[in-house]
Structure formats: C-alpha cells, structure tokens
C-alpha cells in the first residue's frame, strides 16, 4: 500500500517551533519530489514548501520564507518540516504528498498519494 503519513503536529506558542515528519511506506520515497501543504478552516487547501526527490532544490510560499524548513533523509524515507517563529495564522491541517511529475510547484492537484494530515495549532 502506497501511503504518507504525517505526524509532529500539536499545539504550539505564537514565536514558538514544530517539526512534522512525513514518512512514506510501500514506495521509494527517494523518487519522489514533496510537498507540504495546509488547509485551515473554511479555507482552501494552500501550497507551503516543497523538496526536489535529492534534497537539492526548494520551493516555499511567501508567507513561510525565513520561518520554515524543509529537508529530507532518504534513507530514513522522511520529509522534516521545520517551523520557527509561529504565528497564529499558521495554524491549520498540514499534509504531505508527493508531485506527479517531479515539481516544486506547490499546486495541489499535481500531488498525489495525501497523507491524513496532522494538526498544527498556535496560540497562547
């Protein structure tokens, strides 16, 4: 079974940190571009961050340049997301998924095989 699983998420201070974890079972995860993305209520789903399949290359949104970061460890079969400096704004379901064609682009519907998502909120 092709599946990504995130977890890490929890409850957070505002300027506080959290790293997610992304872990891929029944594929090579090394093949494959990632993406992050999070959807916070009565909102849509938006791009975050991505990660080329080597680690080499990133994408992020404006909103999370200077505060997050992504990385990877292939032979772990795990995508980190690292998130410093949290706002209240960024809390939200956070998902990773892996990029059809490779991509850094953060469009959701080029990714498949979605994770069941982790909770992430900030506040005091």
């Known amino acids: 079974q092709l599946q990504l699983v995130e977890s890490g998420g929890g409850l957070a201070q505002p300027g506080g940190s959290l790293r997610l974890s992304c872990a891929a079972s029944?594929?090579?995860?090394?093949?494959?571009?990632i993406g992050w993305f999070r959807q916070a209520p009565g909102k849509e789903r938006e791009g975050v961050s991505s990660?080329?399949?080597?680690?080499?290359?990133?994408n992020y949104a404006d909103s999370v340049k200077g505060r997050f970061t992504i990385s990877r460890d292939n032979a772990k079969k795990t995508v980190y997301l690292q998130m410093n400096s949290l706002k209240p704004e960024d809390t939200a379901v956070y998902y990773c998924?892996?990029?059809?064609?490779?991509?850094?682009?953060?469009?959701?519907?080029?990714?498949?095989?979605w994770g069941p998502g982790t909770q992430v909120t900030v506040s005091s």
């Open positions: 998924a892996a990029h059809r064609l490779g991509g850094l682009g953060l469009f959701p519907h080029d990714y498949y095989y």
């Open positions: 990660i080329s399949s080597s680690g080499g290359s990133t």
């Open positions: 029944g594929f090579t995860l090394g093949y494959y571009a």
